[in-house]
């Protein structure tokens, strides 16, 4: 079947713009992960659904960032007024079950934002 | 907060040859994850692995937690096992991941 795709998978915006990167997971799977890859740099962790829990968004760097998923299906993570630094290739991974069952993570091409 | 250090930074081997990559983390973890990335962005999710250890044909894991680190092994390094290698702890009461920096392996043929 089809796997996580994510939308756009280029992003160009000038810095103060807002932004929205689109994730869809693999039908069935109940955990969405979101992440940051900053040019080089090794992953960050931004934010964990599991369901219908409420995330846990410590991950997320700063109130400018938010994520919305509704029920088990999209999700998207939203960047208000962008800075130079949020220039990284964002990624969205899902699991059949959340990480206390250890289910592969199944990740998307990513999403690649310029903030010039 | 938890620091994850990952050795070597860089290595190169020629197909065929063994390797052994390291995770060292400087507390109790609830669960450590190994991932690959290949040289064209594209993650996998090896193991999850917070003890004891687990094998996927030519890879295998291991994890000592109450001496804090974790081993990847990789037997028979293939052209297609190029690419980034990083480790990841979950730790404390949140669902947040800490990731080492990676090891950047290069089998050439």
Request: hydrophobic fraction near 30%; charge should be neutral; charged fraction near 15%.
């Amino acid at each position: 079947g089809a796997g996580v795709s994510q939308s756009p998978s280029n992003k160009v915006t000038e810095k103060g713009k807002d932004v929205e990167l689109r994730c869809d997971p693999i039908s069935g799977h109940t955990a969405l992960y979101w992440y940051r890859q900053r040019l080089g740099q090794g992953l960050e962790f931004l934010i964990y659904f599991q369901g219908n829990s409420a995330p846990d968004k410590s991950g997320l760097p700063s109130d400018r960032f938010s994520a919305e998923r509704t029920g088990e299906s999209v999700s998207t993570l939203t960047i208000q007024r962008t800075q130079q630094e949020d220039s990284a290739v964002y990624l969205c991974a899902s699991s059949l079950g959340g990480r206390v069952f250890g289910d592969t993570q199944y990740f998307g091409p990513g999403t690649r934002l310029t903030v010039l | 907060g938890i620091q994850v250090e990952q050795s070597p930074p860089d290595l190169i081997l020629q197909e065929g040859a063994n390797s052994t990559l390291r995770c060292n983390f400087s507390d109790s973890v609830n669960n450590l994850q190994w991932f690959h990335q290949n040289p064209w962005g594209q993650l996998i999710n090896l193991f999850y692995i917070p003890s004891g250890t687990k094998q996927n044909g030519r890879l295998s894991a291991t994890t000592v937690a109450t001496e804090r680190y974790s081993l990847l092994y990789i037997s028979s390094s293939q052209t297609t096992d190029s690419g980034v290698y990083f480790c990841a702890v979950d730790w404390g009461g949140s669902e947040k991941l800490v990731f080492g920096k990676g090891t950047k392996l290069t089998v050439n043929p």
